[in-house]
């Protein structure tokens, strides 16, 4: 019997992620089956159940994977340790990150906002799902602090600023920006983007925001 390669077999996954996806945007993450997932996929029952036992196995390999590829983005807007390129203002890595999601749902040809918010929805009624989900949510946030870091040594951000805390923040912008996406219909990556930098380029902010920290 010929040996199934492993190409083949990330093309099966991938195939049945996709499906799992197209399930969750259309019907609901918490009303998607196994059932489904088997006929959206246009693959046997077998044939699914072979490299998924169940539908939160099909979770930790999205999760596992990166799909959002947001961590991935980040780190291609933040200069290594020692480069002689700075990073770019957060404004600029704000619009990069949500453009690259509209691009990517585009790409695959379901509605990544929504699928999210169906997501953490699950996530917050299923502890097991929260697991599941929390490393990517980490990574993320993970990436972010990496930018922020290179953000102040280029002046970005006062010296004294805490990295960690501005992962924290530019972590929850994308969350922000997805649900106004949803539910208003109005904003866009370069608006969300203008947002920010009007939020951040007031007078005397900066000078502000220094006392502050110390009090």
Not at 6 to 24: F, G, S
Not at 157 to 173: H, N, Q, S, Y
Request: with cysteine.
């Amino acid at each position: 019997m010929p040996k199934i390669s492993e190409e083949h077999r990330a093309e099966k996954r991938q195939q049945i992620i996709a499906a799992t996806l197209r399930c969750v945007e259309r019907d609901g993450f918490h009303k998607t089956t196994m059932a489904a997932v088997v006929k959206e996929s246009g693959l046997s029952a077998g044939s699914v159940y072979t490299y998924f036992r169940g539908k939160n196995d099909i979770i930790r390999a999205i999760a596992e994977s990166g799909l959002t590829t947001i961590a991935e983005a980040i780190t291609r807007f933040t200069p290594e340790a020692g480069s002689d390129i700075a990073a770019p203002p957060p404004e600029l890595a704000i619009e990069a990150a949500t453009q690259h999601l509209l691009d990517l749902s585009e790409e695959l040809g379901v509605d990544l906002p929504k699928i999210a918010l169906q997501t953490w929805a699950e996530a917050a009624r299923d502890p097991e799902v929260r697991e599941l989900m929390a490393p990517e949510a980490r990574r993320i946030r993970g990436a972010w602090r990496t930018y922020a870091e290179a953000a102040i040594d280029a002046g970005r951000f006062r010296k004294d600023a805490d990295p960690e805390r501005i992962a924290m923040v530019l972590t929850g912008l994308l969350p922000g920006f997805i649900l106004q996406r949803l539910m208003l219909g109005d904003v866009t990556p370069k608006s969300f983007a203008a947002g920010l930098t009007d939020l951040l380029d007031q007078p005397g902010y900066a000078e502000g925001a220094a006392q502050r920290a110390t009090q």
